[in-house]
């Protein structure tokens, strides 16, 4: 009859609707795909630099150690002012520094977590981290055949210093393509993955980039020599004693 939906179409559109992920499905693919192996060890090159002057620049170079979705170690290994500096995070309320020039290893205490990572445009909390679903709901707000953008809503009780997130997913490989952090409707921070790869059962990321839009400052990392499943913890890597170990 003139004007009636057919019954076909409506099975459809039911369809799509059962089966569309949420936002917060969309996040939990993001995670697992960042989390699936079990440990990585990788070497990482860092360059920190101005967005306004092109002449300011530092290279750097560090070994990051990563399980799950909480657990990683960084250490800098050049240039000599931050050799062996480093720091380890058991999850984002227990995590400590390593300042080689006082050889002592100190907690880091409240808020200090998220104070900028030895002037990177990371804070402690961000090094490595991956646990978006644990601060955020999140919600699909637009859709392409290429990729999902969620809204991410920090969670009552939560103390992420940020209030919302943009986060723009890739459906290839469920990996983000870019990350906006606001706080109070002001951008903080802009993350991007310039590039992706599978290597071997994984997809990684091999150069990613953290821009402080208010300071007008960056930090672009790129990784090499990525090793996998280790057994990273019962090696002792997530411990004290190993993050005060001399690395080179």
Not at 72 to 94: H, M
Request: hydrophobic content about 35%; charged content about 25%; glycine content about 8%.
């Amino acid at each position: 009859m003139k004007g009636l939906i057919p019954i076909s179409a409506l099975l459809l559109f039911a369809a799509v609707n059962l089966y569309s992920l949420t936002g917060n499905d969309v996040l939990d693919k993001v995670e697992a795909v960042l989390t699936a192996p079990r440990d990585i060890q990788g070497d990482y090159k860092m360059t920190l630099g101005s967005t306004v002057n092109d002449n300011d620049r530092e290279d750097r170079s560090l070994k990051i150690w990563t399980m799950g979705k909480d657990l990683r170690c960084v250490k800098f290994i050049t240039p000599a002012s931050v050799n062996n500096v480093g720091v380890l995070a058991l999850g984002d309320n227990e995590m400590y520094v390593y300042l080689p020039a006082y050889q002592k290893v100190r907690r880091i205490q409240g808020n200090m977590k998220d104070n900028d990572f030895q002037g990177t445009d990371f804070s402690y909390r961000e090094m490595g981290s991956f646990n978006y679903s644990k601060d955020f709901d999140a919600v699909v707000s637009s859709e392409t055949g290429e990729t999902w953008t969620l809204g991410l809503k920090r969670k009552a009780g939560s103390d992420s210093p940020y209030d919302s997130i943009v986060m723009v997913v890739d459906k290839s490989n469920s990996m983000p393509k870019s990350v906006e952090m606001s706080n109070g409707g002001v951008k903080k921070k802009v993350l991007t993955i310039n590039t992706a790869e599978k290597n071997g059962n994984y997809w990684i990321y091999r150069k990613i980039r953290m821009e402080n839009v208010g300071n007008k400052h960056f930090t672009e990392v790129s990784m090499d020599n990525i090793v996998f499943d280790q057994g990273l913890k019962e090696k002792g890597v997530f411990t004290q004693g190993f993050l005060k170990t001399y690395v080179k």
